[in-house]
């Protein structure tokens, strides 16, 4: 893959002082990672996925079309895991997010992300401009777990990318990828390729821009150095528009999604199910300031009820709804735990009505990040964003 990576990306017309940055440490990642060492090498094939993941893959798929049990006690392994189409990996339903708190970074996250990995998560979601990629190779070498098994999903920072190619595309891939390494040292390789890429915010760009940025997205695809691509904080219409002008459809949507989430939201996910589109809840918690001791009494009393943790029955509100899946972030060992053991219980119907008709805890904070329906509502208008209850 990385030979024809060469034979392929030009880094001709770029005359911009990034476009060069990114040519240069683009190439130099692929000339660094021809001589990969074995584990890396084996992890780069789709099909070639270690027993563990495959033994998944195969059951994922053998009982995707099973219901669960009259009394919905235990869970089959398409609970444990989504499977994206075309994608021969299975990816993960409860991941490891290491967005926007003081812990993300440094020494705090390789320490809680071996926890994550050592407790036998496997997503680990990321973004590059979160500035913590390194951190997480990191984690993943001194883990010892194989590449092959762990699902990595990243986000290309759409407002600093505003005039993409695909070519320009691919080797900004490829420069976060050397990025991580720092120079060719023990670290180089450990992060190859992604298993997913996000366009980060759609609000961020004209409808020009996205779909630029959707068409490197495509070719970082077809060159191997990511597997799967997505979009996040998109809305129906702005997904509809890379469809139509591609053809080819996200197959993630990364949004905020919690139960005091607005209806627009909510039928945002919907659409989404329908479109083969798996939601990722981001904002489970309510955001790395919220307490959970502010969560609630409705949230307190199915807690009880089910005798767990508050905190996973924001996560099993989620997880209850087909196809959803989570990326709870978590410093201690006790927590990753809790937030990975959803095989326990279900919310019935009375659970849900209760939650959902519920007010907004105290101190939950609602990001906001989906735009507007239309691209004359802007923030002079409404906010913002307008996607999540702000009022027009």
Known sequence: MLRSLLDRVSCSGLTTRESLFYCFFGLAFVFILLAPTSDVAASKTPSTLTGGVQAAA????????????????????????VLIDGSAKPMPRVGFGTCCSKSAKGSPLIQSAKKYLASGGRLIDTGMSYGNTKEIAVAIRESKVPRGEIWITSKLNTAKHKAITPNSGIIAVAASMISVAGGENENTGIIDYYDLLLLDGAWKNTATQRLAQWRALIAAKKEGVVRNIGVANYNQEQIEELEQSTGVIPAVNQIEYHPWIG?????????????????????????????MANIGNAVQTVAQKHNVKKSQVLLQWALDQDGVTVIPGA???????????????????ADLKLIESSSKPAGFKRWGNLPCAKESCGPQKCGKHCGLGAEH
């Open 58 to 81: 195969k059951l994922a798929q053998s009982r995707q079309f099973e219901s669960s049990s009259s009394d919905r006690s235990g869970r089959y392994a398409k609970d444990l895991f």
């Open 263 to 291: 209806q627009e939201a909510r039928q945002l996910a919907l659409w989404c199910k329908s479109k083969g589109i798996i939601v990722i809840a981001y904002g489970s918690f309510g955001g790395s300031v919220n307490s």
């Open 331 to 349: 410093t201690s060992e006790l927590h990753i735990r809790e937030n990975l053991d959803f095989e326990t219980f279900r919310l019935d119907a």
